[in-house]
């Protein structure tokens, strides 16, 4: 199984994942050829896609979308509520409308995430090894935790540090934004959240979504580092995923 974020950050989002013969995207929040030239790195086209999964419209999330789809025939994975919201004319999607889909070789659980979008959601993808993949979200309903319980690899938002967030120059409104119940997880919350979850069989977490004004990878690292060593858990494969630079796992 391949995982490789190609991108994370509040200027674009996308991530691959390969099982078997089965090729997925999440969000295309890059242009559409900055995404070709990635996946031609790694020896896949585009039109070899079994599917791109929408988290939510925001544009570092869909940014490249349009000039996607215009170009090329792979479906789109997103619910009734991202369609309407989006200005773009599908050639080929389908409306995520349970709690589950079937893509091929992987199993997909929908988790609703909570941020300031009509709609919004975070993926389980089940096949030999489990990948959680959660950010852009204020919080986790506590309903969700069996579901993203003990799972092989995390993909997780980390988004901001709280202290460099309130002493930043961001207006109050957006600082209260993004502390919100439908904002971004702090690195506190996100530690918090990691050091219940992860069980015996993680094998690897790639913190996600990190604020180039108001983080580092340093705090992200100690904040989670800092909460597992509190749970007793050790996890081997801890890494920050960036902005522009691929983050490369295989299990």
Same mark, same amino acid.
């Given at each position: 199984?391949?995982?490789?974020?190609?991108?994370?950050?509040?200027?674009?989002?996308?991530?691959?994942?390969?099982? @078997? &013969?089965?090729?997925?995207?999440?969000?295309?929040?890059?242009?559409?050829?900055?995404?070709?030239?990635?996946?031609?790195?790694?020896?896949?086209?585009?039109?070899?896609?079994?599917?791109?999964?929408?988290?939510? =419209?925001?544009? &570092?999330?869909?940014?490249?979308?349009? =000039?996607?789809? @215009?170009?090329?025939?792979?479906? /789109?994975?997103?619910?009734?509520?991202?369609?309407?919201?989006? &200005?773009?004319? !599908? $050639?080929?999607?389908?409306?995520?409308?349970?709690?589950?889909? +079937?893509?091929?070789?992987? /199993?997909?659980?929908?988790?609703?995430?909570?941020? &300031?979008?009509?709609?919004?959601?975070?993926?389980?993808?089940?096949?030999? *090894?489990? /990948?959680?993949?959660?950010?852009? =979200?204020?919080?986790?309903?506590?309903?969700? !935790?069996?579901?993203?319980? +003990? *799972?092989?690899?995390?993909? !997780?938002?980390?988004?901001?540090? /709280?202290?460099?967030?309130?002493?930043?120059?961001?207006?109050?409104?957006?600082?209260?934004?993004?502390?919100?119940?439908?904002?971004?997880?702090?690195?506190?919350?996100?530690?918090?959240?990691?050091?219940?979850?992860?069980?015996? $069989?993680?094998?690897?977490?790639?913190?996600?979504?990190?604020?180039?004004?108001?983080? =580092?990878?340093?705090?992200?690292?100690?904040?989670?580092?800092?909460?597992?060593?509190?749970?007793?858990?050790?996890?081997?494969?801890?890494?920050?995923?960036?902005?522009?630079?691929?983050?490369?796992?295989?299990?």
């Amino acid at each position: 199984m391949k995982v490789i974020v190609f991108a994370s950050g509040s200027k674009g989002n996308s991530t691959y994942i390969e099982y @078997k &013969d089965t090729k997925i995207l999440i969000d295309m929040g890059i242009s559409s050829s900055s995404l070709e030239k990635k996946l031609n790195e790694i020896g896949v086209t585009s039109e070899e896609l079994d599917a791109v999964l929408i988290t939510h =419209t925001h544009v &570092d999330h869909v940014g490249g979308l349009k =000039t996607f789809v @215009k170009k090329h025939n792979v479906p /789109i994975y997103l619910t009734e509520i991202m369609y309407d919201e989006l &200005d773009i004319n !599908f $050639n080929n999607h389908e409306f995520i409308d349970s709690d589950m889909l +079937n893509i091929k070789d992987i /199993i997909i659980d929908i988790i609703k995430t909570s941020h &300031d979008t009509n709609d919004s959601n975070g993926y389980v993808l089940k096949a030999e *090894k489990d /990948i959680v993949y959660i950010t852009d =979200t204020g919080y986790i309903n506590k309903k969700y !935790f069996k579901k993203i319980y +003990n *799972k092989d690899i995390y993909i !997780f938002e980390s988004n901001h540090d /709280i202290e460099m967030l309130m002493n930043s120059k961001y207006p109050h409104y957006i600082k209260n934004r993004i502390l919100g119940v439908k904002g971004h997880l702090s690195n506190k919350d996100s530690a918090y959240y990691l050091s219940k979850l992860v069980g015996n $069989n993680t094998s690897h977490i790639i913190l996600a979504h990190l604020s180039e004004e108001n983080n =580092t990878e340093e705090k992200a690292l100690d904040s989670l580092y800092n909460a597992l060593n509190k749970e007793n858990k050790v996890i081997d494969n801890i890494e920050v995923a960036k902005q522009k630079n691929s983050v490369y796992i295989e299990v």
